[in-house]
């Protein structure tokens, strides 16, 4: 049996994680080209993308694979589809795409029940099976609040999208550091000297403001998965926007669209905030040149390390945060810093070099890093987690970025990595004009008594939560997503059905799943929940290391619990899963002012909602890999990113539990991984 559901878990549960690509859907959240196959997402949104070539388009460099995939589907390595403006292409595209449908009320609860076989009790699931039979009944409350939704869907773009949004993001508490904001570790850069670091940091701004070219002119290729158009609204939510903490629920601020647009970034270095212009006077963006000597005109007027981490009080409790945010707004000149840091196009953090550890552990320091800096003595304070975008390059090499997950999933995010990695590695072929830049400005705070205590206690939170957070960056290199593929198994299914795998070998039972699908075929879709744990899933599970099972039973039910799990994923991408069609059921009743259906007060709703594995795949072209924190104070937070030949994990939980531990997660999934593939290549594929 699993645990049950705190309250805080219960809150964390109900939204995304992930993700990942969001895939997780991201999490989390996904890909594209292909469908998802694989998955992804943090709840925080994790998407799915089947082929894995994912979101990201898989190849970039321009051989004769790439050509041919340009053939297939309209996603290179994001390349324009047009040089000039195409003004109003994205309003036509997302009209033109679908809404997302209401699933029949009779087929979501006989799917709840089969979701809850594998994770409650005989006699728990007899109670859950009368009050399901209750809720159902013709003309009862569930037929009520099933009507309700079918208006909501027809009054509105979306009739999830902004509950979602409330629910999942901005009316969660907990803070959005480790809770709900995912990083990404990119590949270690080789920094001679500090010029090395600005260089790169420097280069990466570039390559930021190409793509936001893209955005800006529309011309962002359109991603499709298994042949259909996606909606692409997340990417032009996450340049030029930051969340505004708030009493009992945050905002969103968006500064991308209208007259005014954002012509600078904010870049941290020591905690001090400098507010950079990244245009030209002809609305050019800066060379690489001009930004690197800008950004040592920062660095050179930014040496003091005794300043105030100011950014800091982005990481507390949304409460808190929301009161000390009012009183830092008391003074003009604090007021002033605070707006230029929400307007700006995203900020970019130059952090102090790590303290030194060893190879095996290294990653695993960096994916800490990239979440939360590590604490209020190291580069915590070079942040603002309100911002929707952080670029971090540290003067070890380190690298990555962090995102304020309620704007986008994954795969947006990781589309624009890959085409900034990509950038990166471009030779410099224009060498800039020399003309004079102005000096980029510092941001000024005018610290009182109240608001030095308000840093002081954010400190004191962080640097707890820092402790408390578990996490391993595991590489796992025996084989990566082409094993699976050999065995017409979708990649994704396998990893999930390896982690189910691990956890059932570790606790002696199976627990709540969450994996994130991608609603993006569906305009404004963000995620619904992939439930990695079924009846068959469990079936293998029991049956690995049953000594009464052949090699070929075991294998068959392998197989028969992917081909589950990939059923489940093309049922959740349609938008005919379960959790979110609850969800809004449950926020229906709420709305109509009606008392709460016991069906949302039973113990097993709880189990249900109660995600021990969160997870999200995250597919990339570049060797990175996504991390969160878990969804439960009991749970793991698992991200991975299939490449061909290897596949990158981060495992998370918390070291206030005694019984979780990310390593030994790590161990049990990578022998799972190894004993699945032994066990096929044992046993001929036979016909289920």
Known sequence: MAARASPRSKMAAERPRPLAAER???AAAPGVAGVLAAGG????????????????????????????????????LLKPTALGKIPGRFQLHQEALPHLPVPPLQQTLDRYLLALQPIISEEELNHTQELVAEFRKPGGVGERLQKGLERRAKKTENWLSDWWLKTAYLEYRLPVVVHSSPGVVLPKQDFLDRQGQLRFAAKMIEGILDFKTMIDNETLPVEYMGGKPLCMNQYYQILSSCR???????????????????????????FQFFELDVYNSDGSPLTTDQLFIQLEKIWNTSLQTNKEPIGILTTNHRNSWAKAYNNLLKDKTNKESVRTIEKSICTVCLD???????????????AAQMLHGGGSRWNSGNRWFDKTLQFIVAEDGSCGLVYEHAPSEGPPIVALLDHI????????????????????KKLRFNITPEIKSDIEKAKQNLNIMVEDLDIKVMVFHQFGKAFPKSEKISPDAFIQLALQLAYYRMYGHSCATYESASLRMFRLGRTDTIRSTSVDSLKFVQSMDSPDKSDQEKADLLRRATQAHREYTDMAIRGNAIDRHLLGLKLQAIEDLVSMPELFMDTAYAVAMHFNLSTSQVPAKTDCVMCFGPVVPDGYGICYNPMDEHINFAISAFNSCADTNAARMAHYLEKALLDMRILLQATPKSKL
């Open 352 to 366: 102090a070099p790590m303290p030194r550890v060893s190879e095996d552990i290294y990653k695993s320091r960096v």
């Open 244 to 270: 505004i903490p708030g009493p009992k629920r945050d905002s969103i601020v968006n500064y991308a669209k209208g007259k005014k647009q954002s012509r600078h970034i904010t870049v941290v270095h020591n």
């Open 24 to 26: 997780r859907g991201g």
């Open 41 to 76: 997402g943090r709840g925080r949104g994790r998407g799915q993308a089947r082929s894995h070539a994912g979101l990201r388009g898989e190849g970039c460099a321009m051989d004769r694979k790439q050509k041919q995939a340009e053939k297939a589907r309209p996603y290179g």
């Open 421 to 440: 990695v990509e950038y990166t590695k471009k030779p410099e072929l224009v060498r800039s004009p020399m003309i004079p830049l102005p000096m980029p």
